[in-house]
């Protein structure tokens, strides 16, 4: 999945004049974000993760990234590569004067442009007015995975849940039964609870140990929980008419993780800081290959092996 100095005019970017800034923190980094009240209005998904207070984040530390929400016009940019799933569309691209451009369509109506600096850690989102809340969850998506490619930190597509204290991933392309699969561990796996059903985060932290956070982006299921767990194991999810589950290793376990993790990787600091992720979580974190039906005989199988 793919998801620098603006240079953007106030000609066609507009800024509400009822400005307002929050700050949110999700995965152990802090962003802020500035917009009207009708924008921050509507990332309620996002209230779990606030963090304005003081006690909770010291200012005077800068947040890794801020994006800004406004309306305008499209841009002129390049198109250098697009992404369609489910009929949500991105398109990437850079400006004549090489700003990053992404372009967020739904069902080829576009929302938004988001216009990047070139560490990614600052961010104007253009609103169209049309599919807004997608616009705002897909610019901050995109630039929390590029701000963070270089600090040990992915944003996976898949669905976790927690039990005995450890955070359990599920991977698999779309349709797989990623959610299918942790809802059975919900219903049949005692003890079972819900991180995230889509877009969790993996962070390797000081010690070397890898962490799953929940996130406040989570698909069709909405489960914006900020909690954090050791993460005990990550399966690949394949269908089949039978139950059978392996561990991988080495190059194997490497290739299960890079399909599930967005990053633009055609931008050097970018590709190498996942490469360093993925590989400390393939040297150090159980992955399992899982072939198996939608039933309660597949979830308990894959929890006797993975929590051993």
């Not at 841009?75 to 250098?80: R, W």
């Not at 979830?299 to 006797?304: G, H, I, V």
């Amino acid at each position: 999945m793919v998801f620098r100095t603006f240079l953007c005019t106030f000609a066609t970017y507009k800024v509400m004049s009822n400005m307002k800034t929050a700050y949110y923190q999700v995965g152990g980094h802090v962003f802020g974000v500035s917009g009207g009240e009708e924008f921050l209005a509507l990332m309620e998904n996002y209230e779990p993760f606030r963090c304005d207070n003081h006690s909770t984040f010291n200012i005077q530390h800068s947040p890794l990234f801020e994006l800004t929400i406004g309306s305008g016009e499209a841009p002129a940019y390049s198109e250098e590569l697009r992404q369609d799933e489910e009929g949500q569309e991105i398109v990437c691209g850079r400006t004549a004067d090489g700003e990053a451009v992404f372009e967020f369509r739904w069902w080829q109506e576009t929302a938004g442009w988001l216009v990047c600096s070139e560490d990614y850690h600052q961010g104007r989102l253009l609103t169209t007015g049309r599919y807004t809340k997608m616009a705002i969850d897909n610019a901050l998506m995109v630039l929390y995975a590029l701000a963070t490619a270089d600090r040990g930190t992915v944003l996976f597509h898949a669905a976790v849940v927690s039990r005995g204290g450890r955070g359990y991933m599920f991977l698999g392309k779309s349709g797989t039964g990623k959610s299918t699969h942790a809802r059975l561990w919900l219903q049949h796996i005692e003890g079972t609870a819900l991180v995230n059903d889509d877009n969790p985060v993996v962070r390797i932290v000081g010690d070397g140990s890898s962490v799953v956070y929940g996130s406040p982006w989570s698909g069709k299921t909405p489960c914006y929980r900020n909690v954090s767990y050791p993460l005990g194991g990550i399966v690949m999810l394949s269908q089949a008419p039978y139950n059978k589950i392996q561990r991988l290793g080495g190059i194997q376990a490497y290739a299960s993780l890079v399909a599930s993790i967005s990053g633009k990787r055609w931008d050097s600091r970018v590709a190498d800081g996942l490469h360093e992720t993925e590989n400390a979580l393939a040297s150090t974190v159980a992955v399992w290959h899982l072939e198996c039906l939608p039933d309660e005989a597949a979830a308990k199988l894959c929890s006797l092996n993975i929590e051993l």
